[in-house]
Antibody
């Protein structure tokens, strides 16, 4: 059974940093591109970052480029998201998601971890 | 960025009837003969769940009551017949172009 378990969320002050983790199991982690997707309090879904299966390539939308860094450790079956210069608009539930290489959709999602950016 | 506009924002359908949700893209999401549009279902307190990939392909384990159609900029998710378990918010998402984008969601309720 595919499982993705996020951790690391919390309350951070504006300008602060935080690192999220996603532990993967039930599939060959090193064979899949992985992504982070967030859901705002208004329930809007936003793609945050994607990393290739081997970790060589990363992709970000302009809203987080330069502030967020996605990485992975295939030996530990773990995905990470390092977030810095956090803003109130980064407040959201952050989901780890597996990306299906056939079509680019997200076929498995974790339960999410919540980030709140507030003073 | 490709903007995805879903309509309606909410709809109420009687059990056993058909529900139709539309997703319109600001530009084509087709490449190499495929439409890179996907549909998700999200129930309260749960993450989104992939229902349909590449516009019309049913994800494994999803009931055949769900179907998708469309190409280029206009796409439709149909649920027929609607069951009580289908109460949820439905989102479309495109993966044809970076940045990947999602529609604003359509909330389905039972009349």
């Amino acid at each position: 059974e595919v499982m993705l378990v996020e951790s690391g969320g919390g309350l951070v002050k504006p300008g602060g940093s935080l690192k999220l983790s996603c532990a993967a199991s039930g599939f060959t982690f090193s064979s899949y591109a992985m992504s982070w997707v967030r859901q705002t309090p208004e329930k809007r879904l936003e793609w945050v970052a994607t990393i290739s299966s081997g970790g060589s390539y990363t992709y970000y939308p302009d809203s987080v480029k330069g502030r967020f860094t996605i990485s992975r450790d295939n030996a530990k079956n773990t995905l990470y998201l390092q977030m810095s210069s956090l803003r109130s608009e980064d407040t959201a539930m952050y989901y780890c998601a597996r990306q299906d290489y056939r079509h680019g959709g997200f076929d498995y999602w974790g339960q999410g971890t919540t980030l709140t950016v507030s003073s | 960025d490709i903007v995805l506009t879903q309509s309606p924002a909410s709809l109420a359908v009687s059990l056993g009837q058909r529900a139709t949700i539309s997703c319109r893209a600001s530009e084509s999401v087709d490449s190499y003969g495929n439409s890179f549009m996907h549909w998700y279902q999200q129930k309260p307190g749960q993450p989104p769940k992939l229902l349909i990939y590449r516009a019309s392909n049913l994800e494994s384990g999803i009931p055949a009551r769900f179907s998708g159609s469309g190409s280029r900029t206009d796409f439709t998710l149909t649920i027929n017949p609607v069951e009580a378990d289908d109460v949820a918010t439905y989102y479309c998402q495109q993966s044809n172009e970076d940045p990947y984008t999602f529609g604003g969601g359509t909330k389905l309720e039972i009349k």
